[in-house]
């Protein structure tokens, strides 16, 4: 099933992303979580490290695999995800570093990284959570349309269309590497449950696409509608272009609370 949450705005989303996220980490902690690089859940951690300070939870023991990384960008770059990861979720959440993987995207193991990053996700028990942004194009972790809805972790080809996208985060669009190593739309579906966050205009149409369109590779994040577990949380803006809006808020306000519901 998909749930479809839709708040006011970005901040609202974060509180309601880290009410599930805590909700995890209290019940176990010893939880395994994916992390999703980008814009898109920056308040989301910026939220769960205020909870986790304010509650005193302990969360020395959670695990963590992040979707994507670029391949041939030095692990010391500021742009890697690997340092992404950790300035944005890592530290600020002060999860243990060895306990938080990302994909290796050096140029040495390629042929190996991928393989090797599903059998850690496996010896880690599976994902518990899986965050999820969305690229304008449909996209999910790095997985560009195209890719198999089967996927697993592996050498992907950026879109000219993402390396515009995140040129912003680069000093030129040039330096935005053309490759990437990504958990696949396969691995992500292993996941026992998604959670994905958009916002804003632009997402409007990949957010329409993901939950009312055909499952499609040539829509990658349309794979969601394949998981048992799937909660969407959008603001307004990106809610605007959701044909069924009405019901998915008449359902949530509706949300039953009998205790097998969550
Ligand atoms: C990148 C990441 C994705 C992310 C997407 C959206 O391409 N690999 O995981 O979802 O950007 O980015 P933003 O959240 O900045 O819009």
Not at 15 to 28: G, H, K, S, Y
Not at 33 to 60: K, N, Q
Not at 206 to 224: D, K
Not at 231 to 246: P, S
Request: net charge negative; proline share 6%.
């Amino acid at each position: 099933m998909t749930e479809i949450i839709v708040v006011h705005d970005a901040e609202r989303a974060a509180a309601a992303a880290a009410e599930i996220i805590i909700t995890l980490l209290r019940r176990d902690p010893e939880a395994v979580l994916g992390l999703a690089t980008g814009s898109t859940p920056l308040a989301l951690y910026a939220e769960l490290a205020a909870r986790i300070t304010t509650e005193r939870l302990d969360v020395s023991r959670v695990i963590g695999f992040a979707l994507d990384e670029y391949v041939g960008l030095p692990q010391e770059h500021p742009q890697s995800y690997r340092n992404v990861i950790t300035r944005s979720v890592v530290q600020p959440l002060g999860l243990t570093p060895a306990l938080v993987h990302v994909p290796d995207g050096g140029l040495d193991s390629l042929d190996v990284a991928g393989h090797a990053y599903e059998q850690a996700i496996l010896a880690a028990g599976g994902v518990d959570l899986q965050i999820l942004g969305l690229g304008t194009d449909g996209h999910i972790g790095f997985n560009e349309p195209g890719s198999s809805l089967n996927s697993a972790t592996r050498l992907k080809t950026l879109t000219p269309q993402t390396r515009k996208d995140n040129a912003r985060f680069f000093q030129s669009e040039s330096e935005v590497p053309i490759h990437c190593i990504t958990q696949g739309l396969g691995t992500i579906l292993r996941a026992r449950r998604l959670l994905l966050l958009a916002f804003g205009e632009s997402k409007a149409r990949a957010v329409a696409a993901a939950v009312e369109g055909p499952v499609t590779a040539s829509h990658p994040a349309s794979a969601i509608q394949l998981h048992p577990d799937a909660t969407v949380i959008v603001d307004e803006a990106a809610a605007a272009r959701l044909q069924n809006l009405a019901y998915y808020q008449y359902a949530y306000n509706n949300k039953p609370q009998w205790p097998s519901s969550r």
